[in-house]
Each structure stands twice: as C-alpha cells, then as structure tokens.
C-alpha cells in the first residue's frame, strides 16, 4: 500500500499546478470582443478557437481537481486506497500512476 504522506505530497502538489495553469490561462478564457477595426475575422476565428480550447482546458483542470479533491477526502477518512466500488484494494502501481483513483483496476 502506498504511503498516506506521499500520497497526501502528490495530490497537494497535483492540485497546486492544476490551479496555477487554471490562473494562468485565465486571459486565454476571456470574451473575445468584436472589433472589425483591430482584428481582422481570421483572426478572430483565431481567438475564439483559442478562447473555446482553452475553457475546454479549463473544465478538464476543474474535473480533475475534483477528483484530487475527493482522493484527499478519502484520505482524510481512512479510505484511501480502497475502491469505492467493490472496497478492494487499489493496486499500488495504479496508485503511482494516477493517485486521485478512486477505483481499482476491475471496476475501472
């Protein structure tokens, strides 16, 4: 079984550059005014490309920070570790790999 504190390490530090990449892409995620003057309509298909991957992005960053979020709860509980499917254990490679999994490989 993996360690509680090198979990807890994992998921804290997961959590803090999910939420710094969040606050730097915030002006990619902005409105994207419509001024024929200053950009031309490539250019503004551009940014509103741009401007739609990037809240994509963001709503993958949220997901996942709720799962980071969830993994710490369950730590917090004593469950951590354990599927919350079937309550076996979560296999120790899986957790190195991705440790906000709540569940183990067969329910997964």
């Given amino acids: 079984m993996i360690c509680e504190a090198t979990a807890r390490e994992r998921l804290t530090k997961l959590k803090a550059e999910l939420e710094a990449l969040s606050h730097s892409a915030a002006g990619d995620r902005r409105p994207v005014e419509l001024d024929q003057q200053s950009v ?6 551009d ?15 949220a997901g996942e ?23 076996e254990e979560i296999g120790e490679k899986r957790l190195e790999i991705d ?10």
Avoid: K, T
């Fill in 99 to 108: 440790p906000a999994a709540a569940r183990c490989r067969g329910c997964a």
């Fill in 65 to 87: 920070l709720r799962r980071i979020a969830a993994a710490l709860a369950r730590l917090d509980a004593g469950e951590y570790g354990w599927c919350v499917e079937c309550g």
């Fill in 47 to 61: 940014s509103l490309q741009v401007q739609a991957m990037a809240r994509a992005a963001d709503a993958r960053r």
């Fill in 40 to 45: 031309g309509r490539l250019s503004r298909q």
